[in-house]
């Protein structure tokens, strides 16, 4: 009889499962822009797919627990807040960037985001930043510059536009990460997921009320694709992630989670042909170094 697994060990599979379809949702979302279905019709699909999931998931955990679904007033501007300009931001600056440049490119800009909070706990002085947080920052900003091979300037097929929404993207991801921390940490984790997506789903809706009318969305199924990428790619790994960060702890978990660019990097090369050369894997991994400078040290 096989020994079952240590709840640790499940933690650490789901991590990992939750980093690859973290993968494959900017690989599959950059083959769909491909597809020429614009970034803001994606984003509708996404937000309401998710929106509607998570609420339905919300219910039966309430019949499961007891746990009612409830909205805080004091949470009411800080959940407005964090879904427009964390969540949404983050999501329609990085398919912009995906419209201009690489998968592998734009999942580095965003992946910046620990540095991005580094930075600005250093200027803000907030939060104590140690010699390891400045030298996580040094390593990121080098491995960029690998990535980017700015060296090689006849060799450059990137966008400069490209560039800065992928970094406002991971600005904004940033932005996503403290603003939670500061202001949202005592509001259950599944309840503010519900609530960010569903300011989202709003907020894309009247920002592209008509774009069902768009015959690339419906015809020849691709809306039933559409809706198949939320459920498989939007939800599943936010889902895995969670249980992940319940099994594990939040630090193991994002330590983990940074296999996301790697993995990133290689769905990108089988089903994208991206290719990188020496110089710009090596910025990866001074890249990944640095978030799990950043996470290990926080623990």
Known sequence: MSEKLAPS????ILAIASAFFYALQVVVGKLI?????AARDLLVVQYSGATILLFL???IRHKQTGVKVKMDRKFLKSIIIQGSLGCCLTTFFFYLAMERVSAGICSMLLYLCPVYVCIFFMITGIRKITFFNKLSVVLAFVGAVFVLNIFALEEMKWSGLGLAVGCISGICYAFYGVHADLKLKD?????MLFYMYLVGTITFWVLNPGFISDPLVVEGGRMQFLVFCVIILQVLPMALLNLAIRAIGSNKATVIATAELPITIVLAYIFLKEQMVAVQLFGIL???AAIVIIQVKKE
Not at 9 to 12: A, T
């Open 9 to 12: 060990k499940i933690g650490y």
């Open 33 to 37: 822009l491909q597809e020429g279905i």
């Open 57 to 59: 998931f919300l219910i």
């Open 187 to 191: 509001m259950p984790v599944e309840q």
């Open 286 to 288: 001074l890249i990944v």
